[in-house]
């Protein structure tokens, strides 16, 4: 997954803010049969366009959380322009509130809405605080009837919240918000972000989004509406917002699009021994963020509708008791509570997952389910294994075997079905059953062997960076992949090289050992054990 080719065409936003194409915002529906696109927009004298919201609950654009900097953390504000068809309360802008990390009850983020609260249809502004549904929200006493364009603000300080309609600061008011760090996508469209996606949709008409990693000031707030009403005075619009530095700025003129064939997709390589290739589907921007090892990039995945199609061979299709080895590099975003495949062949084949609920590993088959004991969705990348010797599953995190336990009963194929990466082909469909990957992946491989588990520390080994350093003059060190190599002078020879893992200070002088074999030789070659952490070496004669 090195590629670096350009995408397939997707339905999205661009990201004309600060943040670049990492914030681009895509359409979960891929196709444009559950959103109008090219809408007349909101602002006087500009033809661009806007996209109507509002045909069930997969209506609504996203933002994977592929970088940190997409957890929106005070001081922040949010602007848009909001025309709604009916009364009935959604969100326009919206990050988490539906559960927090790996399921708990720690509720965060935010959402700006609109419609009707209480008898008036309004605007609203609220902020989750934290526990279960904690939350404070803030009302724009004002009824604002429905087929109307209004321009919306709010910023936050992280103790004062202000609320701005066409212009004006029309609610005030103070609270403590917590982020959401569960990993829920910030929702153009809907929000309060569960497992089965967003559960607030709105139906409107949205138009000229962003987010600000700053609080705007009144007369800022005041000239982007201006510019909105009356160019000629006051500027036009988008020179306004870019003045003010969004780290997000989407213009809702998406064109929409229909799903090329996989065929004019790009393609992702395949250097093992089956004959096909594997495609980037819409939605994947190949070598999209940094990878895991040096000088190398990831596939980043997006969690609702896309992945890499590995294709489909009779090799990725183990049967009875075949034996089979998966693994690849992966980072979460973090996870949310939804089952996520790294890779996987089925629903009754096998697939190596993420358990969103817990944050651990996990592989699957029609017998059951085996999880790792450690967590894995830390937003830190981690090496991952999976291995069926035909009767055992074997779970490795970071070349390191965290668990192992019999899986009975033969493997049922599915011979039909792709090989998907960052995905499950038996599970694909959005706000229900989907289990894309919510983070990237890099260097997947499956083996149609169990490798062992000095093999799987040795292919570790190969991507963990080995530092030496010495304040001896007598000793050299040289590393060459997963050896050390230990030389001294010819006058010390007869001398005895010692080694001593984890020494805690120069002044101990015990648990030194003996390297067989050093005394009638001046150099030896060591197999470095990741498992050791550090190791200390001496000559003494």
């Avoid at 696109?37 to 909101?42: D, I, R, V, W, Y």
């Avoid at 890779?343 to 059951?368: C, E, F, K, Q, R």
Wanted: hydrophobic share 35%; glycine share 12%; aromatic share 10%.
């Amino acid at each position: 997954l090195q590629e670096t080719t350009p995408p397939a065409p997707v339905a999205m936003e661009t990201n004309y803010g600060t943040l670049g194409s990492i914030g681009n915002a895509y359409y979960s529906a891929t196709n444009a049969s559950v959103v109008n696109f090219a809408q007349t927009g909101a602002l006087a004298g500009d033809s661009d366009q806007a996209a109507a919201f509002g045909v069930g609950q997969i209506s609504y654009a996203f933002v994977p959380r592929f970088s940190p900097a997409l957890t929106i953390k005070a001081p922040f504000s949010v602007e848009a322009w909001v025309n709604q068809s009916n009364s009935t309360y959604g969100i326009i802008v919206g990050e988490g509130g539906g559960e927090g990390l790996n399921g708990n009850e720690q509720f965060g983020g935010f959402q700006m809405g609109f419609g009707s609260v209480s008898g008036l249809n309004e605007a609203q502004m609220l902020y989750y605080t934290g526990g279960n549904n904690n939350y404070t929200q803030f009302n724009d006493p004002s009824n604002c009837p429905t087929s109307t364009w209004y321009h919306l603000v709010a910023t936050y300080d992280g103790t004062n919240s202000i609320s701005y309609l066409d212009g004006y600061p029309i609610v005030t008011g103070q609270v403590t918000q917590v982020p959401d760090m569960g990993g829920a996508p910030l929702t153009i469209g809907n929000g309060k972000w569960t497992t089965t996606g967003g559960q607030r949709q709105i139906q409107a008409i949205i138009d000229e989004v962003a987010v600000y990693t700053n609080v705007l000031s009144p007369s800022r707030v005041a000239q982007h509406y201006n510019a909105g009403i009356d160019p000629a005075e006051y500027g036009t619009y988008v020179t306004n917002i870019l003045a003010d530095q969004p780290m997000l700025y989407y213009r809702m003129d998406c064109a929409g699009f229909t799903n090329p064939p996989e065929s004019v997709c790009p393609e992702a390589v395949n250097y093992g021994s089956a004959p096909v290739e594997g495609f980037y589907l819409p939605g994947i921007v190949p070598g999209g963020v940094a990878g895991p090892l040096s000088n190398n990039v990831a596939a980043p995945v997006n969690g609702l509708f896309s992945c890499i199609d590995a294709g489909n061979d009779p090799s990725f299709n183990p049967t009875g008791t075949d034996p089979f080895t998966a693994m690849c590099w992966f980072k979460g975003n973090p996870a949310d509570g939804r089952l996520q495949t790294l890779i996987g062949h089925g629903a009754t084949n096998w697939s190596m997952n993420v358990d969103g609920s817990s944050g651990h590993l996990a592989v699957s088959t029609m017998n059951g389910s085996l999880e790792s004991s450690a967590i894995v969705n830390d937003g830190n990348w981690h090496f991952l294994a999976g291995v069926d010797n035909g009767s055992d599953i074997y779970l490795y995190v970071d070349g390191q075997l965290d668990t192992v336990a019999p899986l009975p009963g033969g493997l049922a194929g599915e011979p039909n079905v792709h090989l998907y990466l960052g995905g499950n082909a038996d599970y694909t469909q959005i706000n229900n059953n989907e289990q894309y990957l919510s983070g990237a992946i890099a260097q997947a491989a499956l083996f149609t062997n169990a490798l062992s588990g000095s093999e799987i520390q040795q292919l570790y080994a190969l991507t963990v960076p080995i530092t030496v350093s010495t304040n001896s003059t007598n000793i050299v060190f040289s590393v060459a992949g997963t050896n050390l190599t230990l030389s001294w002078p010819s006058d010390h020879l007869g001398w005895t090289l010692q080694a001593q893992t984890n020494r805690l200070s120069v002044g101990i002088s015990t648990n030194w050992v003996d390297v067989a074999g050093s005394t009638t030789v001046t150099n030896v070659v060591i197999p470095i054990n990741l498992t050791n952490g550090s190791v200390f070496y001496r000559l003494t004669y």
